[in-house]
């Protein structure tokens, strides 16, 4: 597969994989995830380093697509994502993600399907969907509950709260904050190249949360939530750069 939104490279046992859409903040769409899903599924077995170009590690799902699906087709997309997530999350060697700027949406939900993530110190993070007037589509509800709790995961994103990296970390969503957060996952990938691969896939099995019923029903939620009208007015008014008035 020829690659138009990522760049790859491998050193060693590790392959490094870098979102690198034109637009600077690496909002995803579905080629992009395609070819993520591509990289490493060809990878030849490596550990995977997912990072971002420009300024961010991704500011989320491609909102300029959203006004194009309708209630069946969103249901369709959400399918595809958490396939490509699914992927991720059952790759038998470990993928870190090396997250910089911002880590929102679709994003943070391809940073949650990653086995660890390591982010510099002035990261933002969030689940802002509802704010558009939808809601995580990409096994995001459910990820961020297993990792945070539902309390926490329901006020972050009913909320759609916005919060810098010391706050996931003090949640429990990051495993590392670095200045040089690429070399610390780089070394850190290195290092996990080195130990024994069966060990770390047993592990990583018994450790990491499978995709139960709950997740299956984000998908028919995120295709529900498209047959409303104020998705229009949401996805609308991000798209004309104003504030969003919802219905009462
Ligand atoms: N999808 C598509 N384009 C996006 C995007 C997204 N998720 N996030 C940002 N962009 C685009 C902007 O539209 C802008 O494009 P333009 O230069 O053609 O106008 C460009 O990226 C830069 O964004 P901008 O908003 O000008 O940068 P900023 O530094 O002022 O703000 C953010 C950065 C992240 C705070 C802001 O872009 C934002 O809130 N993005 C949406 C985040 C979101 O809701 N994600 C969830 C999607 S489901």
Redesign the pocket.
């Known amino acids: 597969m020829e690659y138009e939104n990522i760049l790859v490279k491998d050193n060693g046992k590790v392959r490094t994989v870098t979102l690198n859409r034109k637009?600077?903040?690496n909002?995803l769409d579905m080629d992009t995830l395609r070819e993520i899903k591509d990289a490493i599924l060809n990878s030849g077995n490596r550990v995977i380093l997912l990072h971002g170009a420009n300024r961010a590690f991704s500011?989320?799902?491609?909102?300029?697509n959203f006004m194009k699906l309708s209630n069946d087709t969103a249901g369709v997309f959400a399918k595809e994502g958490h396939d490509i997530m699914n992927t991720i999350a059952n790759y038998p060697r470990p993928v870190i993600a090396a997250i910089h700027g911002?880590c929102?949406?679709?994003g943070f939900e391809l940073a949650l399907a990653c086995d660890l993530r390591i982010a510099h110190p002035d990261t933002t993070f969030g689940l802002?969907?509802v704010?558009?007037g939808?809601l995580p589509g990409f096994g995001g509800t459910q990820r961020l509950r297993h990792i945070v709790g539902e309390t926490v995961a329901f006020g972050l994103i009913a909320t759609g709260k916005r919060y810098k990296a010391d706050e996931a970390y003090r949640l429990g969503l990051l495993n590392e904050l670095s200045e040089n957060y690429l070399e610390t996952a780089e070394k850190l990938a290195q290092d996990l190249a080195k130990l024994p691969k069966e060990s770390l896939r047993l592990v990583k099995h018994l450790v990491r949360n499978s995709p139960d019923e709950k997740f299956e029903e984000e998908i028919d939620a995120f295709g529900e939530v498209f047959a409303y009208p104020d998705r229009e007015e949401g996805v609308k008014a991000?798209l004309e750069k104003r504030e969003a008035k919802f219905q009462e």
């Open positions: 637009s600077p903040l909002p500011a989320g799902a491609d909102i300029n911002y929102l949406g679709g802002p969907e704010t558009l939808i991000f």
